[in-house]
Nanobody, 124 residues
């Protein structure tokens, strides 16, 4: 069983930055590819970024490419999402997710474990 806990959300002005973290309670964190998704009111859950089990591969949605950076620290069992140049359209609940399947699929169903989410609000 994998337990994921996000932190780092909050309120920020447009153009600002936030760093989200996700702590994983799991025996072998390096067995898991990790992803970040977000869910805004009235919209479907959206893929944001993912990182492979060894950190060597990353993937970003077009909407965050160049602004967000995903990273992992296997010594601390954490995955991070550095978010820069935030815009009001980035406002959403952000979720961390884990999968033991191969890295690269953006579908939420590809991921087996989810955190409770952390709210990010960007004011204009």
């Amino acid at each position: 069983q994998v337990h994921l806990a996000e932190s780092g959300g909050g309120l920020v002005q447009a153009g600002g930055s936030l760093r989200l973290s996700c702590a994983a309670s799991v025996r072998t964190f390096s067995d898991y590819a990790m992803g970040w998704f977000r869910h805004a009111p009235g919209k479907e859950r959206e893929f944001v970024a993912s990182i492979s089990w060894n950190g060597g591969l990353t993937d970003y949605s077009d909407s965050v490419e160049g602004r967000f950076t995903i990273s992992r620290d296997d010594a601390k069992n954490t995955v991070n999402l550095q978010m820069n140049s935030l815009q009001p359209e980035d406002t959403a609940v952000y979720y961390c997710a884990a999968t033991r399947r191969s890295w690269g699929d953006r579908a939420p169903d590809w991921y087996d474990y989810w955190g409770q989410g952390t709210q990010v609000t960007v004011s204009s």
